[in-house]
């Protein structure tokens, strides 16, 4: 599923848990767009000797090279089907099915989320390197708070990496959708997501990962606010209004208690329907920050930025 942006604003990505991986990140800036997974994993392989740099260098090139597929997402239903007479058939034909869709993605440097996280698989694969995918629940905007799906509509990595697993998404990583057109742009938040923060954005519907990395419910999942990444990236931590919908309070008001907040900073609000973007009042407290903004006169969404650059989304909800 796409990571989709309402407004048009600058994303700034992270740049700290990058900065150990830029030998690596330019040395895969300069490869070919090659045709196979195999030509790729062997450039790889040759270039560099670790498990961790290997698996950073195959999602990079994959962030580099392959686009998101906008018209796959609104007008195709992957749909297969194929008879067998045994499991081990059974998995043959599955993998030729998996080997066929990375084929595609390397010929055509497009696809979704499947495409992505089968081609990093795949490159794993080669490499000798246990990874696994993961399906399950994402959420883009405000509208899907409380709206909990009846089925899956993402899929992302689990990469084991000396004894211990690391989770990467490079779906999310290569960009986003704004006003209707995919953009690329590298986020480098999503490689490697802290096993603390990744019940914020990605709920996996395998049993052992939930209680593997301590999930509560599905339900509990979609009332959660929106995170966007530079609010993670930048470990500003949201301290009260946890939940997706809120309400003013008595002096109808909305006012957020934020920690870590980068010195300086520019929080602007949003109301949908509204023509601009408000600036909110910001005030300092022992090492907390108490953001306030005025309620809106309706219930509607709520999209929270710092140096335009979304951070929360909420619904709000008027009594």
């Known amino acids: 599923m796409m990571k989709k942006l309402l407004f048009l604003f600058l994303l700034i990505s992270g740049t700290v848990s990058g900065q150990e991986f830029t030998r690596v990140d330019n040395i895969v800036n300069n490869y070919p ?6 030509q790729l994993a062997d450039r790889i392989s040759k270039d560099f000797s ?32 194929f008879t067998y007479s045994s499991e081990k058939e059974r998995q043959d034909q599955l993998q030729k099915i998996r080997d066929k869709i990375v084929a595609d993605t390397f010929i055509s440097r497009s696809g979704v989320c499947e495409e992505y996280a089968q081609s990093l698989k795949k490159l ?4 000798n390197i246990e990874s696994t995918l993961l399906k ?12 909990t799906p009846e089925g899956t509509n993402h899929v992302w990595n689990a990469v084991k990496i000396n004894g211990k697993w690391m989770f990467i998404d490079a779906t999310w990583a290569a960009g986003f959708v704004i006003n209707g057109r995919w953009e690329r742009v590298f986020g480098n938040y999503f490689f490697n997501m802290p096993k603390e923060k990744i019940g914020l954005t990605h709920y996996p519907s395998d049993k052992k990962w939930q209680l593997l990395l301590n999930y509560g419910t599905l339900k509990e999942f979609y009332s959660q606010p929106i995170y966007h990444q530079y609010l993670l990236n930048h470990n500003i931590k949201l301290v009260n209004h946890t939940k997706g919908i809120i309400s003013p309070n008595k002096d109808n008001e909305l006012v957020f208690k934020l920690e870590n907040l980068p010195e300086n900073s520019r929080i602007t609000y949003y109301y ?4 601009y973007s408000q600036k909110a009042a910001i005030a300092p407290s022992d090492g907390v920050f108490w953001v306030t903004i005025p309620a809106p006169a309706r219930s509607t969404e709520l999209y929270l930025f710092i140096e335009s650059v979304s951070i929360l989304e909420y619904k709000v909800a008027q009594h």
């Open 50 to 81: 670790s498990d961790l740099d290997k698996v950073r260098a195959s999602f990079k090139w994959l962030t580099n090279n392959i686009s998101y597929s906008l018209d796959y997402y609104f007008h195709n239903q992957r749909t297969i089907s």
């Open 33 to 38: 767009k090659y045709r196979s997974p195999q």
């Open 124 to 127: 794993c694969d080669l490499m």
């Open 136 to 147: 399950g629940y994402v959420r883009n905007n405000a509208s899907e708070i409380a709206e």
């Open 272 to 275: 949908k329907g509204q023509r």
